[in-house]
């Protein structure tokens, strides 16, 4: 029946697939980098450290591409998308998982760190989509993962400007699947909870189910093999939060404070 069928294209075999992770230094888009490469696929690696990418690159192989790149910079995304078609021919499957975190306060909020923030986390997967659906539409062919956060689920306290950054991110994943899924491009959303990085190194809160990344990338590899739309983890947290999204308001905002603890 269609109401069972996978949203996506499931990705199960790995072997000469043409992945390019942006954000693959450190944390998730590291670990998903060495597991896909593990399995067979071509990998090109793109962040702004080349020597962190190094490190990563030398944990995938040799098949492994190294691609530095800034991804506020649309012209670096277009240079990069070029030199892998070049190389490879085509892209198979792009990961856009670069970002940012600050634990802002509605009294700590500054021009600059509200642009950082949306720039590299809103602004710069725009621009990887930008750079990449003009080839998959071409080809009818292709799949876009974009990694949010279930910070976008609802409002949270610290977190005034990356949560809206990440719900941002829900709503254009959804409004890229209407548009590309009846082209035969997969759009894949990722919605890690607490993943063990070193962007939440900066907490200094109890971070509930954390996981590794190592665990993180597993559960994302499992939700491409379904073709879920949504790949949220751990699902003992993430479904909590998932569910909080109905209540009402006030319940809503009561629980969040007696959760958090934050005044």
């Known amino acids: 029946m269609v109401f069972f069928k996978p949203l996506n294209k499931p990705l199960r075999d790995w072997r000469g697939q043409r992945v390019w992770i942006?954000?693959?230094?450190?944390?998730?888009?590291?670990?998903?980098?060495r597991q896909v490469a593990a399995q067979g696929a071509l990998v090109a690696l793109s962040a702004r450290s080349r020597e962190r990418l190094g490190e990563t690159a030398a944990a995938c192989g040799e098949a492994a591409l190294i691609e530095p790149m800034d991804v506020t910079r649309a012209a670096d995304y277009a240079r990069v998308r070029d030199s892998l078609v070049a190389r490879w021919g085509e892209i198979d499957l792009v990961v856009l998982n670069a970002g940012t975190y600050g634990a802002e306060r509605a009294w700590e909020l500054t021009d600059a760190g509200i642009r950082t923030t949306l720039e590299t986390n809103l602004v710069g997967v725009?621009?990887?989509?930008?750079?990449?659906t003009p080839l998959f539409c071409e080809r009818g062919a292709g799949a876009i993962a974009i990694?949010?956060?279930?910070?976008?689920?609802g409002g949270l306290p610290r977190s005034a400007v990356y949560g809206p950054s990440k719900a941002a991110l829900?709503?254009?994943?959804?409004?890229?699947?209407?548009?590309?899924?009846?082209?035969?491009?997969?759009?894949?959303?990722?919605?890690?909870?607490?993943?063990?990085?070193?962007?939440?190194?900066?907490?200094?809160?109890?971070?509930?189910?954390?996981?590794?990344?190592?665990?993180?990338?597993?559960a994302i590899v499992a939700g491409f093999a379904r073709g879920k739309?949504?790949?949220?983890?751990?699902k003992r947290f993430t479904c909590v939060l998932r569910a909080m999204r109905w209540l009402p308001r006030r319940t809503y905002f009561a629980l969040v404070r007696r959760l958090t603890g934050a005044q």
């Not at 990694?147 to 689920?153: K, L, Q, W």
């Not at 739309?229 to 751990?234: Q, R, S, T, V």
Request: proline share 6%; aromatic share 10%; glycine share 12%.
């Open 126 to 132: 725009m621009n990887g989509v930008g750079a990449v």
């Open 229 to 234: 739309f949504e790949i949220h983890f751990p």
């Open 170 to 218: 829900i709503n254009f994943a959804e409004s890229l699947y209407l548009d590309l899924g009846p082209r035969g491009i997969s759009v894949f959303l990722v919605s890690p909870g607490f993943v063990a990085t070193p962007l939440t190194e900066r907490n200094k809160f109890r971070m509930p189910a954390l996981i590794s990344a190592e665990q993180a990338a597993a």
């Open 147 to 153: 990694v949010g956060s279930v910070a976008g689920y």
């Open 22 to 33: 942006v954000g693959a230094s450190t944390g998730i888009g590291a670990a998903l980098a």
